[in-house]
């Protein structure tokens, strides 16, 4: 798409933002750029389309099988027969598989990563998940993405001007059912002016012992691995207020373990190679950063190689996308409520990024407990904290329903 005048490649602009607001409340029914390498013609046409009242779920934008699944459970390492074992999923309240709950994520359509100001990076803000059940294995999902909003403001690491992008997706099964909605803010600035900003530049990566590495493989074996209720149902009542859940806790953060997860839902949109490289470098020429052979990367991985973000953002590393901690969050929830709750909304603000290295914990804790159209509710707010440096990188609530003894 060229630009237009007043837009300038790689800046956040007014011009850029005039332009972006155009698709403001448009229903957004395919996949953004990111995945219209190797399709047809018709599949590259462009995304937007009126709002359609009417809109009726007829070709799936999602679906899992059990092996996606299963590879999504592997890249989280987050083992729960639920998602897993066909036989002990038939014989739980769900009656079948099911997908790891912030799968959701995966409906929406389009985002602040590829949509608008072309050239600039995107970090993540914050997302809002509301469940009305969770997808199962085998089902077929369609969706539909608007962006609800977008300004502009200060931002010191930006290097003045930053972009805010909000957006809404909507996700359903093909008999029409609604599976849940998913809300995502993004926050859009210059590469070049985010290095000159030189804010992290103070931050050091951690390097382990071997005894702290062996306490963390002994926290694993304490909390993530013996602190999942499973079949067992957690009652309404005897939930307490103002009582912590058994924390888990994830990393460090290696390549492999993010590149586990980055995989998990199979390549795709910018994770290509080869002759689908080329493809999309001819599609959008200024899309790639280099890399040390001088060979065009998508940014994306950034996330992978320390090198890459040091060289393009003046960050100390490469830094985990969001998507995981999200993941880590619903393993934490899941674990503790056992497969006779009900998740029903989380949101989560990303305060700051987990380094390659980092390890991470997460925490929640019960704020409160109501009854509300014969749904027993318990509220949570939620946090996490990197290791070594003790930082709250997200902040955020969750909500979940239990089976009551009444």
């Known amino acids: 798409m060229p630009l237009r005048e007043g837009e300038v490649w790689g800046e956040v602009t007014e011009a850029g933002l005039e332009r972006l607001l155009e698709r403001k409340g448009v229903a957004r029914k395919d996949r953004g750029t990111m995945f219209r390498v190797n399709r047809s013609a018709a599949g590259r046409a462009a995304t937007g389309a009126a709002a359609d009242e009417e809109w009726k779920p007829t070709r799936a934008s999602y679906a899992t099988d059990a ?3 299963a590879a999504v459970a592997r890249g989280i390492a987050d083992m729960n027969p639920l998602y897993l074992d066909e036989e002990y999923a038939a014989a739980s309240p769900w009656g079948r598989l099911i997908a790891p709950p912030a799968t959701l994520c995966w409906t929406e359509l389009v985002n602040g990563a590829t949509d608008g100001f072309p050239g600039c990076h995107t970090i993540w803000r ?15 999902i369609a969706s539909r993405t608007y962006l ?6 200060d931002s010191k690491f930006g290097g003045g001007k930053a972009a805010v992008q909000n957006y809404e997706t909507e996700a359903y099964n093909l008999d029409g059912d609604f599976i849940g909605a998913y809300r995502t803010s993004w926050h859009r600035f210059s590469r070049k002016r985010a290095k000159k900003s030189g804010k992290y530049a103070g931050i050091e990566r951690h390097k382990w ?3 702290e590495l062996e306490a963390v493989w002994d926290e694993y074996r304490r909390q993530n691995r013996a602190n999942r209720r499973g079949a067992e149902p ?19 953060i290696t390549l492999t373990s993010k590149l586990a997860f980055e995989m998990a839902r199979g390549t795709g949109g910018w994770v290509v190679g080869h002759e689908l490289a080329l493809e999309l470098w001819e599609v959008a020429p200024r899309l790639p950063i ?6 065009p ?5 950034i996330h992978w190689t320390n090198e890459r973000c040091q060289t393009y953002l003046g960050m100390p590393g490469a830094y985990e996308a969001g998507f995981e901690r999200l993941n880590w969050f619903t393993q934490l929830l899941m674990s503790w409520m056992g497969d006779h709750g009900k998740l029903r909304a989380m949101s989560a603000q990303f305060r700051s990024f987990h380094w390659q290295g980092d390890a991470v914990r997460l925490y929640a804790e019960v ?8 749904q027993h509710l318990v509220d949570l707010r939620i946090w996490s904290l990197s290791h070594p440096r003790g930082e709250r990188t997200t902040e955020g609530e969750a909500v979940v329903e239990l089976p009551s003894r009444g």
């Open 367 to 374: 704020t409160g407990k109501r009854v509300e159209d014969g």
């Open 148 to 153: 609800t909003d977008a300004y502009l403001l």
């Open 67 to 69: 092996a996606a699944t």
């Open 209 to 211: 012992t071997e005894e």
């Open 234 to 252: 957690l009652y309404w009542e005897d939930v307490e207020e103002g009582r912590e859940i058994p924390h888990i806790i994830k990393g460090p």
């Open 126 to 140: 914050g997302v809002e998940y509301e469940w009305a059940r969770p997808i199962y294995v085998g089902e077929k």
């Open 297 to 301: 990367e998508p940014p994306v991985a």
């Open 290 to 295: 280099r890399n040390e052979e001088n060979v």
